[in-house]
């Protein structure tokens, strides 16, 4: 399973960015995906995640009510979108899939993406 991460960039504090995680068709639709956020030198902390039907998302209580986890089932595309952006939102940004179910653990999940530097500035 191929993983590409997008959107990323920089972006003033208050400000929004949307991060796509785009799947290959094949493969892609059976698969929970989640994202996770890291800083040089720290673990990969969770971010959201959505399982493969979409019916369920999770998102991590630092970004509650600022981010949101969707899913485009037929462009086989995984959507954050990112609100109210602060600067500890600093980091790379990376989205990675298991099957079916999301995972707020990152040992869960089989497949990574490149990742994606989203920086806040204050």
């Known amino acids: 399973v191929q993983l590409q991460a997008s959107g990323g960039g920089l972006v003033q504090a208050g400000g929004s960015l949307r991060l796509s995680c785009a799947g290959s068709r094949r493969t892609f639709r059976p698969l929970g995906v989640g994202w996770f956020r890291q800083v040089p030198g720290t673990e990969r902390d969770f971010v959201a995640s959505?399982?493969?039907?979409?019916?369920?998302?999770d998102v991590a209580d630092s970004v509650k009510g600022r981010f949101t986890i969707s899913r485009d089932i037929a462009k086989n595309t995984v959507y954050l979108q990112m609100n109210a952006l602060k600067p500890e939102d600093t980091g790379i940004y990376y989205c990675?899939?298991?099957?079916?179910?999301?995972?707020?653990?990152?040992?869960?999940?089989?497949?990574w993406g490149q990742g994606t530097l989203v920086t806040v500035s204050s």
């Open positions: 990675a899939a298991r099957s079916y179910t999301g995972s707020r653990s990152n040992n869960d999940y089989t497949w």
């Open positions: 959505i399982d493969w039907d979409a019916e369920t998302s």
